[in-house]
Structure formats: structure tokens, C-alpha cells
């Protein structure tokens, strides 16, 4: 009788072990999925549906109401029974959410269950415009930033910017810039990551014209903040021994072109402001009168060296 007692309470002591053990197993196993759900991960926006897209709309034990729809031109997918639903602009839940209410609205189902499936967005590319080399469509397949797509069209042109602005496709609908310049320049913490759709656009970078007596006229392309005049000229390789002390800023705005003097001389030597260029704007640089007779006959036997050379060759 003591024997069976004694049974009986290691019996119900081993069921007790059990039931704790595996109510411990069970806590550590919910654990980590209510740490999973109490974290807010970031995942990318949802695709809105556009014109050519192609859907796959299940209504729930109506299989006359499902099937696969085109969204046509207009942003409507044609239901087989009662019209077209609206669906552009929307997500693939809140198209489910339309359907569901035309369905009950024209009195064709009291209570309908959908869910739609995107099975073909209509843009699956990335358009990559503007100042490289080969504008076009690229495929998107897996993640790839802005940095990758401007490799894939060949890379900048030599008037491209160092700016770079991507317009979503997806909400929130903006667009953000990307600057190849910045502190990490070509780095993937400079980058976006680009999505189906997107649009990418190489900006033009601005261009002034030194021209005259300097070491090397001609056009320079200028991005970011800009160049002022003292810069402008020590791109062109500076001013010549016979350029004359003041030289004149031409600048095109709103279709008329002003004539801004500038004392070269002062400017060069911090006596007078340096003015900030703007994009088109032309610095001229004229010869010294004073300074130029001497070099005349130099000029003279280089003009005439270059005539017999042309009138030689016709």
C-alpha cells in the first residue's frame, strides 16, 4: 500500500518535470517571434499598378469573377460582368478592395472576398536620361542602386553633373538627389536602391566661356557651387602677359545679354569683389593695346606663316 502511494507521487512528480519542461520550451520558442514582431523592419514600398500591368483576380468560390485582366490605357481592368473597376495608382490589396466594393455595389455579390495578384508590372526597367552615354531601359533583377544603372548606360558624359536625381514609381512619389561628389562618393552609402519603374536622370552640369587673351580659351564645365572669375581663369591657364587689366562678364538672362566690366587687375589682387558666375556666362579678356606692339611683328610672321600653309594646301 506505501509501495503504490509512493508510485503513485513519483508518477505525478515526473508528469510535473514534464509539464514545466516543456512549458519552458515552449516560452523560448514564442520568444524570439514576439521580439521579431516587436521590431519594425523597413521593407520596400509597395508597387503601384499602372496601365499594361497584369493581374490575377481570385473571388472567393466565384471562379466566373476570377481570372487574369490586363489594366488597359485608362487605368481600368473590364470585370466580366458589370464594367471596369479603376485600379490605377492603387496597390494590389487596395485593388482587392475595389473589386470588392464594385461587386457589392452593382448588387452582383452580397458579401465577395478578392485578392489580387500582380503577375506582370507593365515598366519591370529602370529608365536611366540624361548626360551618359547611352540612355535607355535597363532590367532590374535583384537589389541594384543608382550607381550601378549609370555604370550599366556606359557612365557619365564630360557635361554631366555630379548630381544624379531618382523619381520613384512607388509612393511617397518624389524625388531624391544623389551626389557623386559628396564626402562618399561611389560608395553604397551614397547610393539609392532603385526600383521597378524608377527613373534616373544625369543632370547637365553648368558651362562658362573664358575667352581672349588667356592660356587656354575655351569652355569649362562647372557642378556644384559653382566658379568665380579668379577659378574661370585659372582653368583656362590665366591671363596672358599682354591681357589688359580689365575685361568685361557677358551674361544671357531671360533672353537678354548684359555687359558686366570687370577690373581683372583688383580682382586678381583682392582689391575688388570676385563675382560668382552663373551657368552660360562668358568672360572676355581683351589684349593689352600697350603691351601687344611689341609682339606685332611676331604676329605678323605667325599670320603669314599660317597663309602660306592654307594657301599651299588649296
Do not use: C
Request: no cysteine.
Amino acid at each position: 500500500m506505501i509501495r503504490s502511494s509512493r508510485r503513485r507521487r513519483f508518477r505525478r512528480l515526473a508528469w510535473l518535470v514534464l509539464g514545466l519542461a516543456v512549458a519552458g520550451a515552449g516560452a523560448q520558442n514564442s520568444a524570439p517571434a514576439a521580439t521579431s514582431a516587436g521590431q519594425t523592419t523597413t521593407s520596400a514600398p509597395a508597387m503601384r499598378l499602372d496601365a499594361g500591368d497584369l493581374l490575377e483576380i481570385t473571388t472567393f468560390d466565384t471562379p466566373e469573377l476570377s481570372g487574369k485582366f490586363r489594366v488597359d490605357a485608362r487605368g481600368y481592368v473590364s470585370m466580366p460582368v458589370g464594367g471596369a473597376v479603376p485600379v490605377q495608382g492603387l496597390t494590389a490589396e487596395q485593388a482587392g478592395t475595389a473589386v470588392e466594393r464594385f461587386l457589392r455595389n452593382k448588387d452582383i455579390l452580397k458579401n465577395p472576398h478578392v485578392s489580387v495578384l500582380v503577375l506582370e508590372y507593365a515598366t519591370q526597367g529602370v529608365s536611366v536620361l540624361g548626360e551618359v552615354k547611352q540612355p535607355g531601359v535597363y532590367p532590374l533583377a535583384g537589389k541594384h542602386g543608382v550607381l550601378d544603372f549609370i555604370s550599366l548606360a556606359g557612365g557619365l558624359t564630360p557635361s554631366a553633373s555630379k548630381v544624379v536625381s531618382i523619381t520613384h514609381r512607388a509612393p511617397p512619389w518624389d524625388t531624391v538627389t544623389v551626389n557623386l561628389a559628396g564626402e562618399r562618393s561611389g560608395s553604397l552609402e551614397n547610393d539609392v536602391e532603385a526600383q521597378p519603374g524608377d527613373r534616373v536622370v544625369a543632370l547637365r552640369a553648368g558651362v562658362v566661356y573664358v575667352i581672349g587673351d588667356v592660356g587656354k580659351p575655351g569652355g569649362y564645365v562647372v557642378d556644384g557651387n559653382g566658379v568665380t572669375v579668379v577659378q574661370a581663369l585659372a582653368l583656362a591657364q590665366g591671363m596672358n602677359r599682354t591681357a589688359k587689366a580689365t575685361g568685361m562678364l557677358i551674361r544671357n538672362a531671360a533672353g537678354q545679354r548684359t555687359q558686366i566690366e570687370l577690373a581683372l587687375s583688383k580682382i586678381l589682387t583682392n582689391r575688388a569683389p570676385d563675382p560668382k558666375l552663373q551657368d552660360g556666362d562668358i568672360v572676355y579678356v581683351p589684349v593689352s593695346g600697350a603691351k601687344d606692339w611689341t609682339n606685332k611683328g611676331v604676329s605678323a610672321a605667325l599670320q603669314m606663316a599660317v597663309g602660306m600653309v592654307i594657301y599651299g594646301h588649296y
